[in-house]
């Protein structure tokens, strides 16, 4: 979609990413304290109680975390944040324990065991198979 003079509005309830035409993905589970929207091409831009219109450039992610005013703005490798939409994993610099929320809910399943190692920083790429 793209009508830069009728933008659409993805509401959370961390804030407001609105969109002028462009290709982002916005990142917000139930249960998680954060918010995640990444810009791959054009244009958005977010907003909330205290912050006005804060808009991003492609190849950029806002991050705004639960009890903390101000987001904060990172260059991101952008194929990481939208791997999922080719049905692929991509990992990079993130903990076992993040990486295995995210396959828990891609999955819909809850037994992936945690362990001491949660914390340790993971580098991958991984393509899943399909058994049917």
């Known amino acids: 979609?793209?009508?830069?003079?009728?933008?659409?509005?993805?509401?959370?309830?961390?804030?407001?990413?609105?969109v002028y035409g462009t290709e982002f993905n916005v990142k917000r589970y139930s249960g998680d304290r954060q918010l995640k929207a990444t810009l791959v091409e054009g244009s958005?831009?977010?907003?909330?109680?205290?912050?006005?219109?804060?808009?991003?450039?492609?190849?950029?992610?806002?991050?705004?975390?639960?009890?903390?005013?101000?987001?904060?703005?990172?260059k991101v490798k952008v194929y990481n944040e939208i791997a999922w939409k080719d049905q692929r994993f991509c990992f990079e610099n993130r903990t076992l324990e993040?990486?295995?929320?995210?396959?828990?809910?891609?999955?819909?399943?809850?037994?992936?065991?945690?362990?001491?190692?949660?914390?340790?920083?993971?580098?991958?790429?991984f393509e899943p198979v399909r058994r049917d």
């Not at 995210?102 to 991958?124: C, H, K, L, P, Q």
């Open 98 to 125: 993040s990486i295995v929320r995210d396959m828990e809910r891609w999955y819909n399943v809850n037994r992936f065991r945690r362990s001491g190692i949660a914390t340790a920083a993971i580098f991958g790429f």
């Open 44 to 74: 958005i831009g977010f907003s909330n109680d205290q912050v006005a219109e804060l808009k991003l450039q492609p190849g950029y992610q806002l991050s705004l975390i639960e009890g903390i005013s101000e987001p904060t703005v990172e």
């Open 1 to 18: 979609m793209k009508n830069d003079r009728k933008p659409f509005i993805v509401e959370t309830d961390l804030g407001n990413i609105k």
